[in-house]
Every structure is written in structure tokens, then in C-alpha cells.
């Protein structure tokens, strides 16, 4: 175990702005991304099953 | 082929002429964006000297790309680009003798204007001398990127913006190996490295945009 | 001959469609485990780096964005040039559905690699190649992006995205080339991203897992926005309708 704490891993030992700063930002993309496709499919079978006369 | 080279390239240079502000307007802006570097970043002699060869190249990858959105889109929009495209000549012909004309309207006068701007920024008359011949040798190399961009934009909304956009991280190499031949000149290291890479890149370009280019117009044109 | 003709089949809208139904859950179970997998080696197993603390552990996050980015990038040329050959609908709409996730990737290989540089160099940006090289990356991709956007016909965007992406695909060594040249004339030490920590073997996995786990959620979140894009394209079709109505029920 590399860890004393719980405190020990969440600070980094001195680094936790740059860890968490990165991988709070990797985890923020990874999830708003799959999000916006699901979204996007859903959007287009929405729009699929009630067709606007101007489509 | 070479006919109808010349006859693109004349006559582009004929349309040019009759629009002689028009045409002048790149090395204007050319001037005046180098102009604001000074304003910008102080007068002193020795810091525009360091800077000198990167705004100067910097503002001739701008000037080139502003002026190149029209090289298709007058022909395209008076019908006559479909016409040359349907004439039966290879669009590559079409392409390079576009890019010439292009060069000669607009690479050619900034290289002219270097060495006086080149003073303007307190440069040494070694570093003005590589600076002319980097350009020399770079202008063309924008000029027949910036084809491809107009046609790949041609039509497009905002086709200006866009093709600075396509275009600049292509000329990041020619950007790299024409301003670092100056620095090199000023730390007194030789440029032929430079030099040799810069041709070269040019040779390529050469060999290769105006295919590009003339898939790009007939992509647009279908 | 006949196992050729059961791929081509997977270029109909509509069998895409289905095929990516199928798998898509394998990719998003094995992007989650090997995630798990490999936050667990790089934060639990892998050990303290001696010179740059626990700031290293970046990497594992940093290296393969930077790697995906770059896959993405050839995949996304790759497609759009098969789209542009063989008139493939799908290819091309696989090439553009790569193309956000690409540059987020490389968005990401850039925040990370600022994060690293910071505790590491003392500066947030560092214009070493590797860095510079990612920013042009970028550049090209928001390209890519805007170009296809801006084009309202689908069939002319497909074609001038192919064209670019395969004239930036070509470019791309030549970039980093000179990148890598101008970097070493302006520079006496070189400050450098290679300059990494000499990997320990358990630092090596970790970013192997992550690397596995990013290719596996690349595929299933690049999947169901291709998934999207054809429903979008096909929007009239019949396959479209049924599906649309059946959803209607179920939602």
C-alpha cells in the first residue's frame, strides 16, 4: 500500500491540485461526452418518430 | 499544358492590374500589422531585432492567406471556374498557374518590402539578406497552400476564416525553417540546414498542392 | 469470398446500426473494468516516483490521451479516404464521428500535460515538441471539424473532410519534424515531456490498462455518435421509422 490515509492519498502528498486537477478534468470530459452521443442518438429518433414538416 | 498555363496566369495577372488597390492590399496590411509589433511590445532596437524575422514571417502567412480566399471565388462566381475546369486541361495545370499568379500579385511584393521593413525592425544586413531569401523561397510555398484552402472553401460561409484556420498549421514548417534561417544567421550559425529544408519543402508543396488543389475544385464544383 | 461479403454488409445504415447495439456494452463494461484496472495499479501498486513525487501519476492519464489522439487521427483519415474511394456512406460518417473525440483526446494529452509541467517545471505550458506538437494536433482537428460543419452538403463535406484530413494526416510527420527541429535550436537543455520518470515495471501496466480502457471507450463513445449521425442522415428511411416508433413505445 502506498497510502498512510485517506488523507495521505487525497492530498497528494503536496501534488493533489495537479493530480485531481487532471484526472477531475479527464473524468468531466469522459463522462459529458458519452452523455452528448446518447443524447444526440436520442435527438435523432425523437425527431425520427415525429417528422416536422419542415424537415 | 503550357498554353494554358500562361493563359491562367496572364490572365490573372491582367485582372489583378485592373484592380490595382485591390491588389495592393495584402502588402498594405503586410505593413501595417508588422507596424503594430513595435506599438506592442516597446521601440527598443535590440528586442524588435529579436523578433524581427517571426513578425515578419508571421505577417506574410497572414497577408497571403487573406488575399487567397478570392483566388477561385470571382471565377466561381461568374461561372467562368467551371468553364476552365470543363476546358479539358488537367485542374493541376489550373491550379499551379493560379498559385503562380497568386505569387506574383501577392508573395512577390513582400518580398520586395522586406528589406525595408527588415530596417524598419533594426535588423543586420545579414539577417535582412536571409530574411528575403527565406521569404523567397516561402511565399511560393503559401501561395500553393492557400490554393488548396480557396478551393477546399470555395462557396463557403465564412470561407475566410475558415481557410486561415486549414491553412496556417500547414505553414507551420515553413514558418519554422524560414524564420529559424535568420535566427541562425544571428547567432552565426549557418542557414543552409535551413535553406536546404525550406527548398525542399517547397519542391514538395510544389509536387503535391495543386493536385490537392484541383481534387479540392472538383469536389466543390460536383 | 464469402467472409468479405458478410463485412461489406455492416456498410448499410441500418446493419451498422444493429452491429454497434450488439457491442457497444462490451466496450463500455471493458472501459469501466479496465479503468478500475488500471486507476487501482497507478495509484495502489505503483510506487512513489523519487524525483517527481506523486505528480508522475499524471502520466497515466496524460500519455495515453496523447496516444489516442493520435490513433484518431490516422483512423479518422483512414475512414474518411475509404468513404471518398468507395463512395462508402458509413466510412465517412465513422470519420467524422471520430473526429470530436479525437480532439478531445488531444485537448486532454494538452490540460494534463500543462498539469504535469506545473509542479514539475514551474510553468504551466512548456513549448517542448511532444507539446507544441499536440497543440498543431489540435489545430488540425478543429480544422477538420469546422470544415465538415460548414459544408451543408453532406456529400461534398464527406469528400473535402477526406481530402483534408488525409493532406493533415500527411503533414503530420512533417509538423512534428520540424517542431522537433525548432525545439532543439531554441533550447540548450532539453526540457522535455520524454524526460519522463524511468518507468517501473507496475508504472508501465498501469498506463497499458489506460491506454486499453481509452481505445475501449473511444470505439463505444465514437459508435453511438455514429450511431446518431445515421439515424440523422436516414432520418426518411424505413429502417429509421421503425426503429424511431418502436423506441416511441418503450420511452
Known amino acids: 500500500m502506498n497510502w498512510a490515509s485517506l488523507s495521505d492519498f487525497l492530498s497528494m502528498r503536496g501534488y493533489g491540485l495537479y493530480v485531481w486537477g487532471s484526472y477531475g478534468v479527464a473524468a468531466a470530459l469522459m463522462l459529458l461526452e458519452p452523455w452528448l452521443a446518447l443524447r444526440r442518438r436520442h435527438q435523432a429518433l425523437h425527431a425520427a418518430a415525429n417528422p416536422n414538416p419542415e424537415n | 499544358m503550357g498554353s494554358a498555363f500562361s493563359a491562367v496566369y496572364v490572365r490573372d495577372l491582367r485582372l489583378a492590374l485592373r484592380r490595382r488597390v485591390e491588389a495592393l492590399l495584402p502588402l498594405v496590411f503586410f505593413v501595417v500589422a508588422i507596424s503594430l509589433f513595435p506599438l506592442g511590445v516597446g521601440p527598443e532596437p535590440q528586442t524588435l531585432r529579436q523578433i524581427a524575422a517571426g513578425v515578419v514571417w508571421v505577417s506574410a502567412l497572414l497577408a497571403s492567406m487573406l488575399s487567397v480566399t478570392s483566388l477561385y471565388a470571382g471565377d466561381h462566381a461568374d461561372g467562368s471556374l467551371e468553364q476552365m475546369m470543363l476546358s479539358g486541361q488537367p485542374g493541376l495545370v489550373i491550379a499551379s498557374a493560379k498559385a503562380a499568379a497568386h505569387w506574383t500579385v501577392t508573395g512577390a511584393p513582400l518580398v520586395l518590402a522586406a528589406p525595408l521593413i527588415g530596417l524598419l525592425l533594426d535588423m543586420s544586413t545579414a539577417g535582412l539578406l536571409t530574411l528575403v531569401v527565406s521569404l523567397l523561397l516561402g511565399t511560393p510555398i503559401l501561395s500553393l497552400l492557400g490554393g488548396m484552402g480557396a478551393a477546399l472553401t470555395l462557396g463557403l460561409r465564412s470561407a475566410g476564416v475558415l481557410l486561415i484556420l486549414l491553412i496556417l498549421p500547414l505553414s507551420i514548417p515553413a514558418l519554422i525553417f524560414g524564420a529559424g534561417a535568420v535566427g541562425a544567421v544571428d547567432s552565426g550559425l549557418a542557414t543552409s540546414g535551413h535553406f536546404s529544408l525550406l527548398g525542399a519543402l517547397l519542391i514538395l508543396t510544389a509536387l503535391t498542392a495543386p493536385l490537392a488543389t484541383s481534387f479540392a475544385l472538383r469536389i466543390a464544383l460536383e | ?251
Open chain 3, 1 to 251: 469470398m464469402n467472409r468479405s461479403v458478410r463485412w461489406f454488409t455492416f456498410a448499410a445504415p441500418s446493419r451498422f446500426y444493429w452491429l454497434v447495439g450488439v457491442l457497444n456494452p462490451w466496450f463500455w463494461t471493458a472501459a469501466v473494468a479496465l479503468t478500475i484496472a488500471g486507476m487501482y495499479v497507478g495509484f495502489f501498486v505503483a510506487p512513489t516516483d523519487a524525483t517527481q513525487g506523486e505528480s508522475y501519476r499524471i502520466i497515466f492519464i496524460h500519455v495515453p490521451a496523447a496516444w489516442m489522439s493520435m490513433i484518431i487521427y490516422l483512423a479518422m483519415a483512414f475512414w474518411a479516404a475509404v468513404g471518398w474511394m468507395f463512395n462508402a456512406r458509413m466510412a465517412s460518417v465513422l470519420a467524422r464521428a471520430l473526429a470530436p473525440t479525437g480532439a478531445m483526446f488531444t485537448f486532454l494529452a494538452l490540460w494534463t500535460g500543462a498539469f504535469w509541467g506545473k509542479p514539475t517545471w514551474g510553468t504551466w505550458w512548456v513549448w517542448d515538441a511532444r507539446l507544441t506538437s499536440e497543440l498543431i494536433l489540435l489545430f488540425l482537428y478543429l480544422g477538420y471539424i469546422a470544415l465538415v460543419a460548414s459544408i451543408d452538403d453532406m456529400v461534398r463535406g464527406d469528400k473535402a473532410g477526406a481530402l483534408l484530413a488525409i493532406v493533415g494526416a500527411v503533414n503530420v510527420p512533417i509538423i512534428y519534424f520540424s517542431v522537433r527541429w525548432w525545439n532543439t535550436l531554441h533550447q540548450g537543455a532539453t526540457i522535455s515531456m520524454t524526460a519522463a520518470p524511468k518507468m517501473a515495471h507496475t508504472m508501465l501496466t498501469a498506463m497499458m490498462l489506460m491506454t486499453l480502457a481509452f481505445w475501449a471507450y473511444s470505439f463505444a463513445v465514437v459508435f453511438t455518435r455514429a450511431q446518431a449521425m445515421a439515424l440523422e442522415r436516414d432520418h426518411d428511411a424505413e429502417w429509421v421509422r421503425q426503429l424511431a416508433l418502436g423506441r416511441k413505445d418503450s420511452s
